[in-house]
């Protein structure tokens, strides 16, 4: 293989590891697209809707070991990746090797406690269009910090209802919101929970308000003088509220006419977002 267009990867699987994988199974995408570079590794997917995306961007210092001098960029399937993935038990050592000179194939070795147990698994990379995700880099409008279980319990308890949920943004206050066909569930939400705002609307009528804990719940940043409401699908909300594990802090972002960004940071490692519709 030339040297000069290669890369090699090597981490030990642990629990933190365990918890990205699954949370990339759980949400759905049958397949991802992964772009490797001198800086890190980043993986984005679909789910099985076309509708919501997922980032995950690990840096150079989340792996024990990491070489890469030239841009790559290439499609996985995440059900058979994902298997060899499955073979790493905790503290065994990954090693992901590859290159662009004509070999279309990448080289896992999953090596355990002992010396003679070893796996190596050759798998071709998956032919992909240049697939344009949208995602937006820039500034945002409005950016909340929030406890992550906070923000779990919330989308729990607004998926009851609802498959969309509304995030209003005033006074330095958020509400999160969902509105159903009808006003008669609201004995399954309790009567206080250690939240933010959180009303559900009946089709005619208010019938659910005064779920209030004192704004310093969540940091709002925003140099929007006006009230703002954004929208975005609760159709994944397990799957991206399981990021709590990861993360004691979750990143709301907005922008009009942009998908709602829910993002995770990784501590000194990256982070893993979602781009919700």
Known sequence: MDQSKMFELQLTSGVQFMAVKNLIRDFGC??????????????????????????????????DHYHCDHNFSMGIGIYWVFNILDCAFCDYTIKIKGGDNGNDTVLFTIKGHREDEILQVSYKLWEYENECFNIHRGEYEVTVDMPSEEFRRICKILHDFSNTATISVANERVKFSARVDNGSADSNLPKSINSLEVVVMGSYDLFLVSLVQPKETATVYTDLTDPVSFSFSLENWHSFTMATSISKMVMIKMSLGLPVVVEYTIEHKGYMRFDLS
Do not use: C, P
């Open 30 to 63: 049958f397949e991802a697209i992964v772009d490797i570079s001198s800086t890190g590794l980043s993986l984005q997917a679909k789910d099985l809707n076309n509708r919501d995306t997922l980032v995950l961007h690990l840096n150079r210092n989340a792996f």
